[in-house]
């Protein structure tokens, strides 16, 4: 290819920037072989220019009715026609198939209201106003067999709010990762009956939701692959998190509870209950070695005897579809494949003829192993019906919200979802995030993005599902990058975050769509939208009524003075800290640029005593915010350098936060517990331990101490005196 025009004019109509403002506030061109690549993943014949050209004709055609429409609740619903001039208006008729079943038909030349035809435009017609939801249209030819079809979806203006956050009050809750519970029962892992335990505990205590890590499923058969934010799919639940013990079939299977109760299994479990860290592969071996007992009993005393239960299991396999037989097949062809080889860690190194679920040989799988295939069907509904009785829980308890599930920005590329894909998903790309002051190389996450042609063409199928699955048994949804709604950063497979470019999104559809399905599950929408942030989506994101993200740390003017609470978009969620941040105790002590530094993580020694230096600032500036507003407790210091992290300055910060605007705050259970290590420290893979380090006290003893007690009481008052 020659022309670098026709490449970017190319480009800029599939809908990828050509060019990008950095974090420096340049702007920056993106490079040819950069925009080449991702054409080519978009299914771009890029030869020559010609070939492109072409190409881009085919993929931009425009057809006589789109595939899908999009309108909010309300506005006029008008349909655009790409017809030839002398196509006659008297020969189209039209049919609405509502969602509810209502059918209704008319003329198109009764109904017209534009026809722009000899500018080269469309003619348009109108249809009567529909209640929200998923319609289908028939457009009608005389003497053409088959009709036009378009979906069209009619959503409301905003996404759903519980009635108390309508009628603004402040609420506070926990946010955990679940994994990191202990107690004096599970098995070393917290679980679904943990999560119980904390949703009545925090209730108790005044709070209205627990907010969890994401919770999909990940890899049993390579338990150590356990990064929630890298999972094998975002539709299906991490089984590690069932409460094996409170299994109906538990209870009757001899054989599990005699191996359960011997002294090697108990002191497997006293074990790996003991550790400081998540042991996956012990846990895995742990409840693996157990599950497949309470299948045998579910198969013998309820299958094959067609009870009520066995109705229940097999209604959720049929309402799980081909989604649950992919997820299903792929973790026992996995479990199957790691038996005979320790090295397969994903379907990119299992044998050629198992590498899609596609092929011949996985069919046969299926067909030789549809019990191999129905256990893992079986757990899925185990883990559903557990995470179905914590949601019934929180609501019995009257909290605002109860649980609040987080939606993780994409899917492993060595996963089920990709295993299985039909296109949905462009695999020769990984998202990621462009260079920034902190990251001068860029991140690539390693997660293959939704193809946007695609979604329209499928009418936002895959994209309707992933909500669907993910606002099941919840009364939030947080949005990992949210901002991917509008665009994301694609990277050529195999090149560094630094040759990439930005992939924009048809962000008022997805919006739209994201407030219907709000509604339908209600469901509150939280946007993670730390970062860089493009001014086309703050706007958007407000008027959505997604509540955005407060980050203490991350809300400070130009001179680097902390901005008040108080001052805060009330349609937002405070936190002091996440789970890509140290915590309080370690953002304070500067644990995290000490075990940088160890790591290697900052080979620019200058940088690194520009960061000691800016958290040096940044300690003074909390500590003179406080102060200002009153809020610095007797005899805690003036100068930070002085000032230790204890009890009394963390619940201080908590307050602080509490008394602001946000209609929602989140606290980690690790800043009530004093804890220093971080959960997961970005730019690591094998460096440190992520995603495993657990809570320092068991869950028993976390909200029968006085000192929390007390924070709570605390939390509660200062909540409330905001609401007047």
């Not at 038909?105 to 529909?130: M, N, T, Y």
């Not at 493009?534 to 980050?551: F, N, Q, R, W």
């Amino acid at each position: 290819m020659k022309d670098s025009q026709v490449l970017k004019q190319v480009a800029t109509a599939a809908g990828i920037a050509d060019s990008y403002v950095n974090a420096w506030g340049h702007s920056t061109q993106v490079s040819d072989e950069t925009l080449r690549r991702l054409l080519a993943a978009l299914e771009y014949d890029v030869r020559s220019d010609d070939a492109l050209l072409e190409s881009s004709l085919k993929h931009n055609r425009v057809e006589i009715l789109a595939d899908v429409k999009v309108v909010r609740y309300g506005e006029p619903v008008e349909i655009e026609l790409h017809l030839g001039i002398s196509a006659r208006v008297s020969d189209f008729s039209w049919r609405l198939i509502a969602e509810d079943g209502n059918v209704y038909e008319g003329w198109l030349q009764s109904q017209l209201i534009r026809d722009s035809r000899a500018e080269g435009g469309p003619l348009v017609f109108s249809l009567p106003k529909l209640e929200c939801g998923y319609h289908q249209i028939e457009l009608i030819r005389k003497r053409r067999k088959s009709p036009y079809l378009m979906t069209l979806i009619v959503a409301p203006a905003t996404c759903y709010k519980q009635q108390a956050l309508k009628d603004n009050k402040k609420i506070w809750g926990t946010s955990i990762q679940l994994y990191s519970v202990r107690t004096s029962h599970n098995w070393g892992i917290g679980d679904f009956g943990d999560l119980k335990q904390l949703v009545i505990d925090v209730a108790k205590a005044g709070g209205d939701f627990v907010g969890l890590n994401p919770i999909h499923s990940l890899f049993p058969a390579n338990p150590e692959g356990a990064s929630p934010y890298s999972p094998s799919s975002r539709r299906w639940l991490n089984l590690m998190y069932i409460d094996v013990s409170s299994v109906a079939e538990f209870a009757q299977s001899d054989v599990a509870q005699l191996l359960v109760g011997s002294s090697e299994f108990q002191q497997r479990l006293s074990d790996v209950r003991d550790t400081d860290w998540v042991n996956y592969s012990e846990v895995s071996a742990l409840k693996m070695s157990i599950l497949p007992l309470l299948y045998q009993v579910f198969v013998t005393r309820h299958l094959e005897k067609n009870t009520a239960r066995a109705k229940q299991f097999l209604q959720f396999v049929e309402d799980g579809g081909e989604s649950l037989l992919h997820q299903a097949t792929f973790d026992a062809i996995h479990a199957y494949l790691k038996q005979e080889n320790d090295d397969m860690w994903g379907w990119p190194v299992f044998p050629e003829a198992y590498r899609h679920f596609d092929n011949q040989a996985v069919q046969g799988f299926i067909d030789q192993h549809y019990d191999q295939v129905e256990l893992y069907m079986y757990l899925q509904w185990l883990a559903d019906n557990q995470l179905a009785e914590v949601h019934e829980l929180a609501n019995e308890n009257e909290m605002v919200i109860g649980l609040y599930r987080d939606l993780a920005v994409g899917v492993c590329e060595s996963g089920a979802e990709t295993w299985a894909d039909h296109g949905a998903l462009c695999q020769d790309v990984s998202i990621g995030a462009p260079p920034d002051i902190l990251g001068p190389l860029g991140q690539n996450w390693g997660l293959p993005p939704l193809n946007p042609q695609v979604l329209k063409q499928t009418a936002y199928q895959p994209f309707i599902n992933l909500l669907r699955a993910n606002m099941r048994n919840c009364g939030a949804l947080r949005i990992d990058h949210v901002l991917g709604l509008l665009r994301l950063w694609w990277i050529p497979k195999g090149e560094s975050a630094q040759q990439g470019a930005y992939m924009y999104y048809p962000v008022d559809d997805m919006m739209a769509i994201l407030a219907l399905e709000s509604h339908r599950h209600q469901c509150t929408v939280i946007g993670e939208d730390l970062g860089t942030v493009p001014e086309e989506i703050v706007d958007k994101l407000s008027t959505a009524g997604i509540h955005s993200y407060k980050v203490f740390f991350f809300e400070t003017a130009a001179d680097g003075g902390f901005y008040s609470p108080i001052h805060y978009n009330a349609q937002s969620m405070a936190a002091l800290c996440t789970h890509d941040m140290p915590t309080l105790r370690g953002f304070w002590h500067c644990d995290d640029l000490k075990m940088g530094k160890q790591l290697g993580l900052y080979p620019d020694a200058d940088q690194l005593t520009q960061l000691f230096n800016s958290r040096a600032q940044s300690k003074q500036n909390i500590l003179n915010s406080l102060n200002w507003h009153g809020n610095l407790p007797d005899g805690i210091g003036l100068d930070a350098a002085y000032v230790p992290m204890d009890r009394i300055l963390s619940e201080a910060l908590q307050v602080h936060l509490a008394s602001g605007a946000s209609a929602l705050l989140s606290l980690q259970l690790e800043d009530w517990l004093e804890m220093d290590k971080p959960v997961n420290i970005p730019g690591t893979v094998n460096e440190y331990p992520n995603w495993r380090r657990k809570l320092s006290v068991n869950l028993d003893d976390i909200f029968t101490r006085q000192t929390i007690k007390d924070l709570t009481t605390r939390l509660n008052q200062a909540r409330e005196k905001v609401n007047h």
